[in-house]
């Protein structure tokens, strides 16, 4: 962020004020600018999602994730299916 010192009754400070002026009157009225009202900053936000942990997949999701994947890729999905209803599954 830069900041320029000018004099109040220099024109580019004129200008300026009829900017904000302008900006101000185009704002739509229904949002509030209490300062109640939080926005997060952009840099916390990136710096919450980078440095947030990632869940560990316990020993009894992985085993489950690889045998369903083994279930797929060999076909035997249906096999087993039908052996389970059965009367030894």
Do not use: C, Y
């Not at 109040?8 to 009225?29: C, G, R």
């Not at 869940?55 to 249906?78: A, P, R």
Request: charged share 35%.
């Amino acid at each position: 962020r830069v900041t320029k010192e000018v004099d109040s009754t220099s024109k580019e400070a004129k200008s300026f004020l009829k900017q904000q002026e302008k900006l101000q009157s185009a704002a739509p009225a229904s949002l509030p600018t209490g300062s109640g009202v939080r926005r997060p900053s952009g840099m916390s936000t990136l710096l919450g999602k980078i440095g947030s942990k990632k869940q560990k997949m316990s020993t009894l999701e992985k085993s489950k994730l690889d045998w369903e994947n083994f279930k797929e890729e060999e076909g035997i999905v249906e096999e087993l299916a039908i052996h389970n209803r059965g009367k030894d599954g």
